[in-house]
């Protein structure tokens, strides 16, 4: 489904990703751990197409079609999403102009119709609700003046309304309380379907407590080096990565 | 060939027009005044301080010869037929003043002498008492050099009067038409009475893009106790014009005086405001757009005195710059030591599209009060990337992306202006800036 291989990424002539490999199979949740300057941003930015990176060599494969070839509208429009770890803001976009240009952007990616206004704010209602999100927020501008938790909470909304099939979450538990992150996970929960596979990149366990993962991966040094089922993130959280990172 | 100095030429420009007038006429000292200082100042140079990033001379080779090529409409039908703006005017009940060659025209303006609460008169025809003694009393505490010029000069212009009106708000249209070559010099009084209301909208445009036009604006208001004004400005010339704009605002107390300025083309604008918060309690908002391309020019110069207690400024500018075009904003506020309580603060943001433009922001406080609140900001960049990136990965089109943040870039001084209906009438015209500008094109 989706499948990272052999990938090399550097920036400014310093290898940060090298000879990276990942295979998610259709509804997995994996999650990469590891310590900071691992290279886990920079795997969720070089998948989501951040222009700033070098890829010197690999693939990164969804349903059958190469990611790397495409502009980042693209990746988002065949399914990839990134919930960023700082979401940014824009001062004058409204959180609802944004929304509805992303969301009519996939629909004539996809060659479906165009939702009319009342029909768009019909489905961003049901989705808010769904995943317990007040949704006055998509009247403010994007982003701006959001708590923490408001941001990230956006970040899960849109997940909802653009039907992604691989997510990538990068760090989404950075600068959350803790009724903030079950709310999150709790989100990301309602989310996962036999179709839908993730991503979840994190330093800690906490978040993992919530959202449980298939496969755990540790990552050092631009590469993964060990693999297993929750119970290493719970290794992990007792003895460190000192003992993983040889 | 020996080059012509701007300087010189202007200088006996000033002279032979000034010894044109009638000594009898009630102008004639004030314009004695201004002659006597043209003489000794002559025009402004980079040594000057408040001149340190526009050099007139580089852009001004020599005035512009009146050229009689398109006559002035003899009536409004001809006339609106040009202009979508005047048509949607004609519809309503407003006064528009149509200024075109250097004077007022009457048949293409829309006047209705039962207003009793407006009194309108021209400056070429008639100064009534009260307009002289504005234009008096500013004439003498004033040491510009454009002012100067334009008070030698001034051909014509609108002395409007507005006492208090109890039924509704009136918009007046003050509406300069570049319709020849030329040099065209204006004056305007707006005097606000106690208690009054008005939306005074001003539209400055080329009728043609070759039309090499010169000139000078003056606008002098006098805002009286607890009235309320809203002042929008669209102009937007060819990239042949040169235009210096002066605006003396003297406030008195509990005033609202909210005013917007959308600013694009020209070769060489100046816009320079001078508003003195004289009464307490006033609250002033100045804020504009201003949008450059080719090899525009466009100064702002804004000079906000807080004189008395508890008043409240705000300014806030948004530039788009594309091309080699250059942008220079310099903003002063000066807080006097009794003008306690003072709010003031200035945002001046520009936004780079082309590596050739260039912006120059100046941001200055002078504060003599201990009391006060006071801050001044200024901005100059270029699309983010990292926002760009963030709605390009929710599938956003770049050329989308892109409009969409120039446009929240620039909506963002529009929230300053507070009656919403008084830009309306220019809604077409800001659409049509939003879609060039994320076109990379901002050419009028």
């Given amino acids: 489904m989706f499948k990272i291989s052999n990938l090399t990424v550097s920036i400014d002539d310093k290898e940060i990703l090298k000879n990276f490999g990942i295979e998610v199979g259709p509804g997995e949740v994996h999650a990469i751990m590891g310590p900071n300057g691992s290279g886990k941003s920079t795997l969720a930015h070089v998948c989501a197409g951040k222009e700033e990176y070098t890829v010197l060599s690999g693939n990164v494969v969804l349903n059958d079609e190469e990611l790397l070839e495409m502009e980042p509208e693209e990746r988002s429009t065949r399914g990839l999403f990134l919930a960023f770890q700082y979401p940014i803001e824009i001062p004058g976009v409204t959180t609802m102009t944004f929304l509805k240009s992303s969301l009519e952007a996939h629909y004539k990616a996809n060659g479906r119709e165009p939702l009319t206004t009342p029909e768009f704010m019909k489905y961003v209602k049901s989705k808010a609700t769904e995943l317990n999100i007040d949704d006055s927020m998509i009247k403010r501008p994007l982003n701006v003046g959001f708590s923490g938790g408001e941001k990230k909470r956006n970040e899960i909304l849109q997940m909802a309304l653009l039907d992604p099939k691989i997510c990538i979450l990068d760090e989404t538990d950075s600068g959350l309380d803790i009724d903030a992150l079950r709310l999150v996970a709790e989100g990301v929960n309602k989310l996962r379907n036999d179709n839908r596979s993730f991503i979840v990149i994190t330093h800690y366990q906490r978040l993992l407590d919530y959202i449980k993962p298939d496969f755990v991966h540790i990552m050092h040094d631009g590469k993964i080096i060990q693999t297993g089922d929750s119970s290493l993130a719970l290794d992990l959280e007792k003895s460190g990565y000192a003992n993983y990172i040889k | ?444």
């Fill in chain 2, 1 to 444: 060939m020996l080059k012509k100095d701007i300087s010189q030429e202007l200088q006996s420009y000033c002279r032979e027009y000034f010894f044109s007038q009638d000594k009898n006429s009630k102008l004639y000292n004030i314009r004695l005044g201004a002659y006597e200082l043209f003489k000794i100042n002559g025009l402004p140079n980079s040594k000057d301080e408040n001149w340190k990033y526009t050099n007139i001379s580089q852009k001004i080779d020599t005035i512009p010869e009146y050229s009689n090529n398109l006559p002035v409409p003899l009536n409004i039908n001809n006339f609106i037929n040009n202009f979508d703006i005047m048509k949607k005017l004609k519809e309503t009940n407003d006064t528009v003043l149509v200024f075109m060659d250097g004077s007022l025209q009457r048949q293409l303006s829309i006047i209705d002498p039962n207003k009793k609460n407006i009194e309108i008169s021209s400056l070429n025809e008639d100064v009534p008492d009260w307009a002289l003694e504005i234009i008096s009393d500013k004439h003498s505490e004033n040491s510009d050099q454009i002012f100067d010029i334009n008070t030698i000069l001034m051909q014509d212009g609108a002395l409007i009067n507005i006492k208090q009106n109890k039924e509704k708000v009136d918009n007046v249209y003050i509406v300069h038409v570049g319709n020849n070559n030329g040099f065209f010099n204006y004056r305007h009084v707006i005097n606000i009475e106690q208690g009054a209301r008005a939306n005074i909208i001003e539209l400055k445009i080329s009728n043609r893009i070759d039309i090499n036009a010169l000139y000078t604006s003056s606008i002098i208001w006098k805002l009286a106790d607890n009235c309320i004004v809203n002042n929008v400005k669209y102009q937007s010339h060819n990239q042949l014009t040169v235009g210096f704009n002066q605006q003396y605002a003297d406030i008195g107390n509990n005033v609202e005086f909210n005013s917007f300025t959308i600013s694009s083309g020209s070769k060489l604008l100046r816009e320079y405001r001078s508003i003195n918060c004289n009464g307490s309690g006033s609250d002033v908002s100045i804020s504009g757009i201003n949008l450059l391309d080719g090899d525009s020019h466009i100064d702002t110069f804004l000079l906000v005195k807080h004189i008395a207690p508890n008043t409240t400024s705000r300014e806030k500018y948004k530039s788009i710059l594309n091309d080699r075009s250059r942008g220079v904003f310099q903003g002063n506020i000066i807080v006097d030591p009794e003008a306690q309580k003072t709010l003031a603060k200035q945002s001046i943001d520009a936004l780079i599209l082309s590596d050739k433009a260039e912006h120059d922001a100046k941001p200055e406080l002078e504060i003599y009060a201990d009391d006060v609140q006071c801050g001044h900001g200024a901005t100059t960049g270029q699309i983010s990337e990292d926002s760009l990136f963030y709605l390009k990965s929710r599938g956003i089109p770049e050329e989308e992306a892109k409009t969409l943040l120039v446009q929240a870039f620039l909506l963002e001084a529009l929230d300053e202006v507070k009656d919403k209906n008084t830009i309306l009438i220019f809604s077409d015209v800001m659409k049509n800036i939003l879609n060039r500008v994320s076109k990379g094109s901002l050419n009028v």
